[in-house]
């Protein structure tokens, strides 16, 4: 089956300082998906990715969909308290197929 | 828009009972809808694709017989653990994908089923 690669799995900032997070895959993936999961809650949808080479923001998130579309990247600038979680990169190589999840990115955020 | 509930929120029965977890899509109706299992600090586990008037396509190594998937109507997937076991314990969440936006799958907030 399709595997991804998430890293790191897991990462302790100061609030303030930026943080970056990303996703490889082993095939061509046709969607990338980014979303973030609090503690004892799903996932909730952050960015959604289509076309290669795309640049996506939402707020403080920029992900990317990576040129070869084998990998995505998730950016997070100016962290603060609340986006502590856990994300999770998703995607699969053809259209309206089921989601293929990375292992997720612990994110802890120091005040 | 795109908001999925599930019920219940948490769920602690006894060895050898069967519980049933509702998904709903409540603004838009959704052919498809999906049942994960998440296991505590892990990815989360496609169990099976529900999709609306037609038999669940489960994936390799999940028992249909177990796990007993109902998709009813187009915001309505049922997810029934039968016979219950404390190996069943588990965060099943639901997720549902909206029509006409492409892949993007929108999750309900979970059910944390106990078994003692």
């Known amino acids: 089956g399709q595997q991804l690669n998430q890293s790191p799995q897991s990462m302790f900032i100061q609030e303030g300082e930026d943080v970056s997070m990303n996703c490889t895959s082993s095939?061509?993936?046709?969607?990338w998906l980014w979303y973030k999961q609090d503690p004892g809650e799903g996932p909730v949808l952050l960015i959604a990715?289509?076309?290669?080479?795309e640049l996506t923001s939402n707020g403080r998130l920029t992900a990317q969909f990576g040129i070869t579309r084998k990998d995505s990247f998730l950016n997070i600038s100016a962290s603060i308290p609340s986006d502590v979680g856990i994300y999770f990169c998703a995607g699969h190589p053809r259209a309206y197929g089921k989601l293929t999840f990375g292992q997720g990115t612990i994110l802890t955020v120091h005040p | 828009g795109a908001v999925v509930s599930q019920h219940p929120s948490r769920v602690i029965c006894k060895s050898g009972t069967s519980v049933k977890i509702e998904c709903r899509s409540l603004?838009?109706?959704?052919?498809?809808m999906f049942w994960y299992r998440q296991f505590p600090k892990q990815s989360l586990m496609l169990m099976a694709t529900s999709n609306e008037g037609s038999k669940a396509t489960y994936e390799q190594g999940v028992e249909k017989d177990k796990f007993l998937i109902n998709h009813a109507s187009l915001t309505l997937s049922t997810l029934t653990v039968t016979s219950a076991h404390p190996e069943d314990s588990s965060f099943y969440i639901c997720?549902?994908?909206?029509?006409?936006?492409?892949?993007?799958?929108?999750f309900g907030p979970g059910t944390r089923l106990t078994v003692l």
């Open positions: 603004d838009f109706q959704a052919t498809t």
């Open positions: 990715l289509y076309k290669a080479g």
């Open positions: 997720s549902a994908r909206l029509a006409g936006t492409g892949d993007e799958q929108f």
């Open positions: 095939s061509i993936f046709n969607t």
